[in-house]
C-alpha cells in the first residue's frame, strides 16, 4: 500500500524553489524545474514563488501542502451594501521593453495632469496622476479620468497584486515602430493576460524613419496572439509618437472605451480598502504612501493598517494625517480608483503591501499584532528553511 505523502505546513509567501525543497526533503533542481515549467517567469532557484504555485509543484512532486496563514484576508468582509454601485475611473499601467517610450509618453500625458501646472507641490514623492480621458477641457467639473501609475515597468505592475488582487484596470502596453517586440513586451503581456488585465497597445516611435507599425502588429500577434483591430481583431492599438504628442487624444480615447467596456464599480459605503504602490520620504511630509483605493472611501482622520507580504511585519498602522495629490493638495475623500499620496505613519510602506480602514486605534492595533503574531511563525520557517539550505550548501 503506498505510503500517503507527508503533509508540509509552509508559510504562503516568501518562499523559494529552494527552501521549498529543503522543507519538503526532495532535490533543489526537481522543484525548481517543476517552478519553472509551470510558471517562466522563475528565474532561479531563489526566485520567490507564489502560493498557487507552490500548490501546484507540491501537487506534481506527490507532497501534500497547506499554508498557515500568514496573512488576514484584508479585503473579505467587505460586504458589499444593498446601496446602488458608482461608476469608478480605471487605474491604467504602462508597460513595455526599455527604451521604447514609456517614461516619455508618461511625461506627455501628465501635461494634462489637473493638478500639475501648478506649483510647489510634493510632485516627485507621490507615484501616480488623474488625467482626463473624454476629451472634455480640464476644467469640467463631470469630465471622466483615469489614473495613471507614474512608474512604468514590470516591478510596478508586480507590486500592484496582493492576494490575488491586482490594482490595475488596463495596461497600455508601448512598443517601438522602430524596434518592433522584444523580451520585455513579450514578458509584459504575457504578465498582463496572466493577471487578466486587458492590453492597449501604443505603438510608439511612429515618427522614426525606420518606423513599421504594420510590422509590429504582425509580431504582436505572432509572439502574444495580441490581435489588434488593425488585423481584425478586438485590442485597440494607437500609433503614437509620445515626443511629438502625436495621436495621445485618440491613445486616451481608447483608454476611455476600454474602461466603459470593463464597467467599472465601486461601492462607496464599503470599508476602505486598497494597496500601497510604493511609499518615498518627502523633506516636509515625511513618509508619503502612494496607495490606490480599491473600495470604500478613504478620509484623513482614518485608522489604517497595512499588510505586506515583503516585509513580513505586521506592525504598520496608524492615523491618516493628510491625504495629498500630486500637487500637494489636501483631499477631504479619495474614492476607488484614486490614487493619493498618504500621510501620517511613521515607517515607509513596502510596495504591494494591502490596507484597511479599522474603526478606531484599538482595533488597527489588534489586527496589526495579528499580523505579527503570523509573521513571526512564518519567519521561524523562513529561518529553518535557510539554514537547511547552508547545511546542504556544505555537503
Ligand atoms: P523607457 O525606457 O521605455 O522609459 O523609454 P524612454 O521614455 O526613456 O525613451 C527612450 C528614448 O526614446 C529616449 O531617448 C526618448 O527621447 C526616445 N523617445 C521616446 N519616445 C519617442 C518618440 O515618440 N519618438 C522618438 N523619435 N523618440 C522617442
Ligand atoms: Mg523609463
Redo the contacts with the bound molecule.
Keep these: 500500500r503506498a505510503i500517503p505523502p507527508r503533509k508540509l505546513v509552509l508559510p504562503e509567501l516568501g518562499l523559494s524553489s529552494k527552501q521549498l525543497a529543503v522543507l519538503a526533503n526532495v532535490r533543489d533542481d526537481l522543484v525548481f524545474k517543476s517552478a519553472k515549467e509551470l510558471d517562466e517567469s522563475t528565474r532561479n532557484s531563489a526566485t520567490v514563488l507564489t502560493p498557487a504555485l507552490i500548490e501546484l509543484v507540491c501537487e506534481e512532486l506527490n507532497l501534500n501542502v497547506e499554508f498557515s496563514p500568514q496573512t488576514l484576508p484584508l479585503l473579505q468582509d467587505n460586504q458589499l451594501s444593498k446601496d446602488p454601485l458608482h461608476p469608478r475611473m480605471p487605474v491604467v499601467t504602462v508597460m ?1 521593453h ?8 508618461l511625461d506627455a500625458l501628465r501635461k494634462s495632469d489637473v493638478a500639475d501646472h501648478e506649483v510647489g507641490g510634493i510632485t516627485q514623492n507621490v507615484a501616480a496622476f488623474r488625467v482626463p480621458i473624454d476629451g472634455n477641457n480640464r476644467e469640467e467639473a463631470h469630465s471622466k479620468f483615469a489614473t495613471f501609475i507614474d512608474t ?1 515597468g514590470h516591478a510596478a505592475f508586480k507590486s500592484m497584486r496582493a492576494n490575488g488582487t491586482i490594482a490595475t484596470d488596463l495596461v497600455v502596453l ?1 512598443v517601438a515602430a522602430d524596434d518592433g517586440v522584444m523580451p520585455q513586451t513579450v514578458e509584459a503581456g504575457n504578465l498582463a493576460r496572466a493577471a487578466n488585465v486587458p492590453v492597449i497597445v501604443a505603438i ?2 511612429c ?2 524613419p525606420g518606423a513599421d507599425p504594420e510590422r509590429v502588429r504582425y509580431q504582436l500577434l505572432e509572439s502574444l496572439g495580441i490581435n489588434t483591430e488593425q488585423l481584425g481583431g478586438d485590442v485597440q492599438c494607437v500609433d ?5 504628442g502625436t495621436n495621445l487624444p485618440q491613445l486616451l480615447e481608447a483608454i476611455s472605451l476600454q474602461a466603459e467596456m470593463l464597467d467599472l464599480k465601486s461601492d462607496p459605503s464599503a470599508r476602505g480598502a486598497g494597496i500601497c504602490l510604493e511609499s518615498r520620504l518627502d523633506r516636509a511630509f515625511g513618509s508619503v504612501a502612494t496607495v490606490v483605493v480599491r473600495s470604500g472611501i478613504l478620509k484623513p482622520g482614518q485608522h489604517v493598517v497595512f499588510q505586506s507580504p515583503k516585509a513580513l511585519r505586521g506592525d504598520l498602522f496608524g492615523r491618516i494625517r493628510s491625504l495629498v495629490d500630486r500637487n500637494g493638495t489636501q483631499l477631504d475623500v479619495v474614492e476607488p480608483g484614486v490614487a493619493a499620496g498618504l500621510i501620517g505613519l511613521r515607517d515607509p510602506i513596502p510596495p504591494g503591501a494591502e490596507f484597511c480602514v479599522e474603526v478606531n486605534e484599538k482595533a488597527a492595533r489588534a489586527k496589526s499584532q495579528e499580523m505579527l503574531a503570523r509573521n513571526v511563525e512564518a519567519t521561524v520557517t523562513i529561518e529553518l528553511a535557510n539554514s537547511l539550505c547552508a547545511e546542504r550548501e556544505e555537503k
Design positions: 513595455g526599455v527604451d521604447h517610450g514609456k517614461t516619455s509618453l512604468p508601448v510608439n516611435k515618427d522614426m503614437i509618437s509620445a515626443k511629438n
